[in-house]
């Protein structure tokens, strides 16, 4: 019998989404010090205004800092308005140590505590007013690929370590007559016309929220419930701009889930919600909901286990999903030695906030490794069963994996991650071919799906 994460388990509910330890070095900028900071609530009013053809943002985050300094959040578009614990304070940019990425920065060093910031701004990604029939299309698409492209293209937001309640309030203004459809995997109430209200789980990350306006039957959708193996019925809605489109996803979304839950365990998930665009442009993963061509819709569920279910701390852990994704890709190939010489795929800079790119490649031969390693105890999918069961709404690293992964099988795998995973010491192996999963899309087709 094997020893289930029972050290892991014990701190857990200690733990429970207050994430800071799974933040980044805290580091000195010219003016002070910069802090990672834990959010425990953040509010946003998102108005989509058809007299101003303009999306504005207000949001109020309530968040706590362990360590004098100055906050660290991010927000890719321009802010203004901010208050500060009801004081007008400045908000500059700062590059992370090793310029490997930027953030946005409070200009004011705070004791450590609770405290309260509010601030505004305009959304300009992925937002469309059309005149003619007075409705929005707008989407927080999000990617992984590349640095801050998660909800910190949008609203201001915390980074991926972090675990916060989020709402949005949803207000169309400007216009007399009702005319958007929401898709969402938060749960969602109407407060009035026009007027919404969208509630997302308190475990969701930066990279977990899906927010899709269009206009009202706009696209076709198919509202049904699955019965989990575990007998919850949860719904799930699927749509596209066809129904005959909407149909085959609605047939292929049964078919992985039935797939998933006999080899994971129940979905673990309020919901499923996905939006099937065309063929070529490979998917995005949400948290329980997917934006997907047909044949990257059972990779991008099997991230809500893997990615969404349980989750990347940093760009550093990102591979662990993609390796798990593509080696089910791969139909779960078993391999006597990864076949590669080495990498860094997850130890580069801590300070890195997207997955590696050759993760696909590298880590599903990683991972066809370890099932030939675990062969004698059920193979990889075991472990992960019980890693996902154990873990799922947490955020993760390599080492939490790697540790759970020697705990529970009583083998050493230092050896295998220093040479395969943490590997600075060699020629690193180049980015290979791009996944057809996650291909790079351009803005320009990125709006198009609105
Ligand atoms: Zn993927």
Known sequence: MKKWFSLGLLCLSAQALANLHLAPPDFDVTSGRAVFVDFKRAHYEINFDHSRRQATVSTRIEFEQTKAGMPLFDLVPAISNVNLNGEKVKVSQVRFPGNVSRSRMMEKTLAPGNHVVEMTNIIKENVEFDDDYRFVKAAFWIRDLKDRLFMEQYIPSNFEFDQYQMTFDVKFTGTGIENQDIYTNGVMKKIAANHYQINFPEYFTVSCPYFHVTSK????????????????????????????????????????????????????????VAYGTMPGLGGMEHSGATVTSFNALDHEMLHSYFAKGVMPANGNSGWIDEAIASWRDNGYKRLTTPGFSGSNIGAQSIYKRNTDDRSYKLGSAFMAYLDYRLQDMGGLKAFLRGYFAAYKHTVITTEHFKNNLEFWSGINFEEDFNRYILNNNIAQPKAVDVNHFHPTITKKALRSIL
């Open 217 to 272: 039957n706009g696209l076709r959708r198919a509202d049904f419930t699955y019965t989990s193996i575990n007998g919850r019925e949860f719904p799930v809605t699927v749509y596209s701009p066809w129904a005959s489109r909407t149909r085959k996803f609605k047939a292929e979304t049964i078919r992985v889930m039935a797939e998933l839950e006999a080899d994971y365990g129940p979905w673990a998930h309020p919901s499923f």
